[in-house]
């Protein structure tokens, strides 16, 4: 198993407040499997990727992985002095490897997301569906075995996701990584994975994990898969519901009776 | 999508730079700044040439303008000009440089370490609104009446205000540029010199030209208050002073606005041009 998360959870402390984030996590995750985390926001969808990808330490439980996965974030986050080609490049220059050598791979990675063209030029030069292809062959130059992506188009319009998803299917059947994609969108991870897993609300714990057989390119009209997305949404809306409830007790009586959360703590600091 | 196709368009034709249309609009704006700015002086020398011609105060006082520019050419031509330029900026270099590194590291660890943070920090803003040339007194007896005392002052002149934009750059740092770096494998040393400092070098350029201004400041000050030193620009006005010649003081007045303002326009400026455009877009 590239991924194995046994028993997981993880609680954030923080201006003396602790959130608990996820809560008894367990997840294998096959090699070359394309696995779809989707949950109300705050769930610790991110949290979970960043546990894996070795970014933050967990509370409790066990997480194993094969190699050194790379990370796709919502955002590209090059950086914007260097040039697309250099960007890619970079995690092979930390890693020691000679120019030369170092700027064929990013070129080929540039080639995979048919960002070629625009080598040279620096993110700034860039529309955003351009950028997020950037950053993916930055992950990509590194050979991981596990690609971690955190609502990689979520900030995209609707054409440039659709385009971008299309996109990563081809790379990912060329590359067969193990894929762990997160998603707030149920027809996303329907589309495009093997295998999509739900998340409660806050603290996240796993409410369904389904395998998503359809051949692709795949359609959600399509009766099996409208049918799999009507019981997931329901599923998915219970969810969204509770957090919704949450807020607002939050907000009635928060100050007064319940614990403040970390981010009234920042306000309410003077 | 309009939108993404002109930026694709744009990225494609990046060597042109500029459309041509793009150029002529920024060529016929800049044109007319200049023409104002050149109105603005003309009219701003020509006061001044009225001023000294009424006779109101006398010559002594308010020298005319072409006074004022025979006593340049002949502190130009009698060679005490260019050597005082050449030892001002001497000066300056070194005692820039060594804020420069000085102010970097100190804003590095102030940025990153609390501990740094919370003791040294209040000590940096305290320092930034002391005027650095009463430094001078006491480093003339801890260093003697040397280039040391007055490369102190300079460096007290710069260093907080680096220190100070390091570490603001720094602490605005976007966290997914942070997170980024750290996934590709930065840390320690190498985070420091590829990310943080890159990252921060708009915040950093503002804090370097302002640096500069208040180690120019200092200098002048420490150069006309001290007179053991070799002599820089800040003598010569002191010169002036002792022989009460206001031509001459208006003279180097006008040489100090000079040197400050072409090092500003010459370099510090176009850097920033350059960052501030491709920093810019890419916010995260
Ligand atoms: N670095 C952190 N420090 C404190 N709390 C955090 C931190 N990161 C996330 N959290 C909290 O943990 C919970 C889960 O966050 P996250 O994993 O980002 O959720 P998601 O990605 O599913 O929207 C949220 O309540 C968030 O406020
Ligand atoms: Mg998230």
Redo the contacts with the bound molecule.
Sequence with gaps: MPVSIQRVS?T???YGTS????DDVSLNIPDGQFVS?V????????????LVGGL?TLSRGQISRTGQPAIVFQEAALFPWRTVLDNVAFGLQLRGVGKRERRDRAASALRMVHLARFAEAYPYELSGGMRQRAAIARALVLDPTVLLM??PFGALDAQTRALLQDELLSVWERTRKTVLF?T?SLDEALILSDRVVL?SA???RIVADVAVEAPRPRDTADPPLAALQRHLRDLLAAEVEKVARAEMDADWEGAAVTAP???QNVGADI | MAESISRISTAANREQAQSETEAGVLRRSQRRAWGGRLLFFSSLLALWWGLAASGVWSASLLPSPAAVAASLAEIGASGLLLPAIATSAQRMMIGYVISLAVGTMLGLALAQVRAVDETLGPVVTGLQSLPSISWLPPALLWFGAGEAAVLFVIVMGAVWSIAQAVRSGVRSLPPLTLRAAQMLGAHGPRLWWHVLLPATLPTFLTGMRLGWAFAWRALMAGELLSRSLRPGVGRLLSQGRDTQDMAMMLAVIVVILAFGLAVDRLLFLPLERVVARRWGVEGA
């Design positions: 993880k954030y402390n923080r959130v608990d984030a996820l985390l949950g109300p926001s705050g769930c610790g969808k991110s949290t979970l990727l960043s933050e955190d609502e997160v707030h998340f806050r603290p996240g959360s970390p981010e």
